[in-house]
């Protein structure tokens, strides 16, 4: 019997501590933006032209080395020819990373290219962030801007490579190609360093190509990707280079003071509209109208800043029909939409009730009237007497006066109706109520085993 008493302080110890936790089981995963942005310039640069603005922009992206095969003029050496680097490319890719709205957190970034031509050996790709920017105008292999030249002569890069890869000689055109960028995306995102762009080196084995060449001759080592420009040309836009950028979207929610509202036709009144959320720049409140009502709404000023609140007076014209409508109010944020934001609209439900009815009594001529004592709240209406004919079998009419009436009509003062906020089930007591019952549960069957 003891070891019964312990258990059962046990478990409601248990049950104590239970009610201390706070719980929240309403809970809603982030949503997921995709974007796939285009490149605002890509190109390529050529050291063989290095006053130049490039080479072949137009067409392809060209990235590798030239090698050539020149015949020895001394007597000295035993082999006939010797061979060198001629050129070498590297390519340059900026994006518009401000497409990707501010308030989010980014989860991957990938660069995507498309082959054009196979290289005829094996060439080694390495991206890298760019150190410093360039004008598309005016830059080379040794210039970057009009009047400022490289650091490193091709394009200044970061000491660290992003991504690398290998493009092989057996790929087929069309093939693609991605890199993960998604380290210099988060720091341009989070304004830790500039956005420069992209710059792609080739890694190529040219100890390899010179000790062979003097016998095979020297040879082109490119791979040429798809440029914008060429992808268009050759009728197969999908093969322009994009960077894939996953995020969570940033949010900008909207809330009332009131979900609903009970007016009469020609009567107003003012609720308070609320933003929040995760997104930083600046919201505008928009609205529609569902159900056919004839609505005048106007909205407060406000400083469309994040967190905003204002005041929105709507008023049901006289002309609105009796019935049930629907006030959407809805976030804008100029730049951006629903495709990279999460909006949170809210609804106002208005209930509209007809107009109440006033009469007014024909003017006839009158003979008397018959006063009675009102009480207090209530309208009374003295009424003429009224001619009434009344038809007989004889071909005669009389008619008789009747004396004045009065009508009371009690006035009720207009009220407006707002429903409450909540009225749902709170799902923190179902959790514990449920969590309760099923200790209470073990607990009795304790008790019987016991028995």
């Known amino acids: 019997m003891e070891k019964t008493h312990r258990i059962l302080i046990g478990l409601l110890i248990c049950l104590l501590g239970l009610s201390m936790i706070?719980?929240?089981?309403?809970?809603?995963?982030?949503?997921?933006?995709?974007?796939?942005?285009?490149?605002?310039?890509?190109?390529?640069?050529?050291?063989?032209?290095?006053r130049c603005r490039r080479l072949y922009l137009e067409?392809?992206?060209?990235?590798?080395?030239?090698?050539?095969?020149?015949?020895?003029?001394?007597v000295y050496s035993h082999l006939a020819y010797?061979?060198?680097?001629?050129?070498?490319?590297?390519?340059?890719?900026?994006?518009?990373?401000?497409?990707?709205?501010?308030?989010?957190?980014i989860h991957r970034a990938e660069l995507h290219l498309?082959?054009?031509?196979?290289?005829?050996?094996?060439?080694?790709?390495?991206?890298?962030?760019?150190?410093?920017?360039?004008?598309?105008?005016?830059?080379?292999w040794t210039r970057?801007?009009?009047?400022?030249?490289?650091?490193?002569?091709?394009?200044?890069?970061?000491?660290?490579?992003?991504?690398?890869?290998?493009?092989?000689?057996?790929?087929?055109?069309?093939?693609?190609?991605?890199?993960?960028?998604?380290?210099?995306?988060?720091?341009?995102?989070?304004?830790?360093?500039?956005?420069?762009?992209?710059?792609?080196?080739?890694?190529?084995d040219t100890d390899k190509i010179l000790r062979e060449c003097p016998k095979r001759g020297g040879g082109n080592y490119y791979v040429d990707f798809f440029s914008k420009e060429g992808a268009v040309a050759e009728g197969v836009p999908r093969y322009a280079p994009y960077l894939y950028v996953e995020f969570t979207k940033p949010t900008a929610i909207l809330s009332l003071s009131t979900d609903k509202l009970t007016l009469e036709a020609g009567s107003s009144f003012a609720i308070q509209v609320s933003e929040s959320g995760t997104y930083p720049g600046p919201v505008e409140l928009r609205y529609k109208i569902f159900g056919g009502g004839s609505f005048d709404i106007k909205i407060g000023?406000?400083?469309?800043?994040?967190?905003?609140?204002?005041?929105?007076?709507?008023?049901?014209k006289a002309n609105t029909p009796p019935g049930t409508y629907t006030i959407e109010f809805y976030p804008v944020t100029p730049g951006y939409d629903?495709?990279?934001?999460?909006?949170?609209?809210?609804?106002?439900?208005?209930?509209?009730?007809?107009?109440?009815?006033?009469?007014?009594?024909?003017?006839?001529?009158?003979?008397?009237t018959t006063s009675q004592t009102t009480q207090p709240g209530t309208t009374t209406l003295t009424t003429p007497p009224v001619t009434i004919p009344t038809t007989t079998s004889q071909p005669q009419t009389t008619s008789q006066p009747s004396t004045a009436s009065t009508v009371t009509i009690t006035q009720q003062p207009s009220t407006t109706s707002e429903a409450p906020k909540g009225g749902g089930v709170d799902l923190t007591i179902i959790a514990m109520a449920g969590i309760i019952g099923i200790l209470l549960l073990a607990i009795i069957v304790v008790l019987i085993r016991r028995r």
């Open 22 to 50: 706070p719980f929240n089981l309403t809970t809603s995963s982030p949503a997921k933006g995709e974007l796939k942005i285009p490149p605002d310039s890509d190109l390529y640069v050529a050291s063989d032209c290095s």
């Open 59 to 74: 067409e392809e992206l060209r990235l590798g080395v030239e090698v050539v095969r020149i015949r020895r003029t001394d």
């Open 82 to 105: 010797r061979c060198e680097v001629i050129n070498r490319t590297t390519i340059l890719l900026k994006f518009n990373l401000s497409k990707i709205p501010p308030g989010g957190e």
């Open 114 to 140: 498309f082959v054009m031509d196979p290289p005829p050996e094996d060439v080694g790709v390495f991206v890298y962030a760019l150190q410093e920017c360039y004008d598309e105008n005016y830059v080379s």
């Open 144 to 204: 970057r801007t009009v009047d400022k030249n490289w650091r490193v002569k091709g394009g200044t890069n970061e000491p660290d490579y992003l991504d690398k890869g290998t493009i092989s000689k057996t790929v087929v055109k069309g093939k693609s190609v991605s890199y993960i960028v998604t380290d210099y995306v988060v720091r341009v995102y989070e304004g830790q360093i500039q956005d420069c762009g992209l710059v792609l080196r080739p890694s190529v």
């Open 301 to 316: 000023s406000y400083s469309k800043k994040p967190g905003f609140s204002v005041n929105v007076n709507i008023t049901a």
């Open 338 to 368: 629903a495709s990279t934001i999460e909006y949170g609209k809210a609804n106002l439900t208005v209930v509209v009730k007809g107009k109440p009815v006033t009469f007014t009594p024909t003017e006839t001529e009158t003979t008397e």
